[in-house]
T-cell receptor, first 116, second 116 residues
Framework: AQSVAQPEDQVNVAEGNPLTVKCTYS??????LFWYVQYPNRGLQFLLK??????LVKGSYGFEAEFNKSQTSFHLKKPSALVSDSALYFC??????????????FGTGTRLLVSP | GAVVSQHPSRVICKSGTSVKIECRSL??????MFWYRQFPKQSLMLMAT?????????EQGVEKDKFLINHASLTLSTLTVTSAHPEDSSFYIC????????????FGDGTRLSIL
């Protein structure tokens, strides 16, 4: 089964500094990887995805992620953090369910806190 | 704007009550929708895959008779928590994805269910 791991429960960064939220994956075959963000008491918002092609994927709100096959990583990055980026971030991989339906398998989430 | 609408956003009710949560795809037809449960400070747990016109596919450990799923049309799936008890209190989130290609899932804003 496909899986992703987010090793950090929380990441703290000062506003204006670059941020990185880590994700590693374990898949058989080519991975379909996603990043989502969740604000309090809200559903998840899609940020970006990697299917194939360029290893650097650009997404919403200035976020980008780098797919690294040798390190099996898909870290989320942003050059300059904003206080409003403070939220819960989930990495996910697409997996095939027992009946053939595609489903998402989520990491445990990383809380990002951006201080003013 | 939102492409998946989920209602209600919050429910508070007495133990033993059955609660219905609706998930609608607003601008596309979703043959498959997903229902997740999220515990405080934890990741999303896939409960079931809702399939239009057929029975839902439940993940291991999820009680089918407890969590009834109906996907009667291509734009609406409902989750009914039957005879809810305090341990069913949680944040429930639905999602749907456009059928063509590898598309990201779009999430509803979730339903906070509190059983007294």
């Amino acid at each position: 089964a496909q899986s992703v791991a987010q090793p950090e429960d929380q990441v703290n960064v000062a506003e204006g500094n670059p941020l990185t939220v880590k994700c590693t994956y374990s898949v058989s075959g080519n991975p379909y990887l996603f990043w989502y963000v969740q604000y309090p008491n809200r559903g998840l918002q899609f940020l970006l995805k990697y299917i194939t092609g360029d290893n650097l994927v650009k997404g919403s709100y200035g976020f980008e992620a780098e797919f690294n096959k040798s390190q099996t990583s898909f870290h989320l990055k942003k050059p300059s953090a904003l206080v409003s980026d403070s939220a819960l971030y989930f990495c996910a991989v697409r997996d095939k369910g027992s009946t053939g339906f595609q489903k998402l398998v989520f990491g445990t989430g990383t809380r990002l806190l951006v201080s003013p | 704007g939102a492409v998946v609408s989920q209602h209600p956003s919050r429910v508070i009710c007495k133990s033993g009550t059955s609660v219905k949560i609706e998930c609608r795809s607003l601008d596309f037809q979703a043959t498959t929708m997903f229902w997740y449960r999220q515990f405080p400070k934890q990741s999303l747990m896939l409960m079931a895959t809702s399939n239009e016109g057929s029975k839902a596919t439940y993940e291991q450990g999820v009680e089918k008779d407890k969590f009834l799923i109906n996907h009667a049309s291509l734009t609406l799936s409902t989750l009914t928590v039957t005879s809810a008890h305090p341990e069913d209190s949680s944040f429930y989130i639905c999602s749907a994805s456009r059928p063509e290609g590898v598309k990201p899932q779009h999430f509803g804003d979730g339903t906070r269910l509190s059983i007294l």
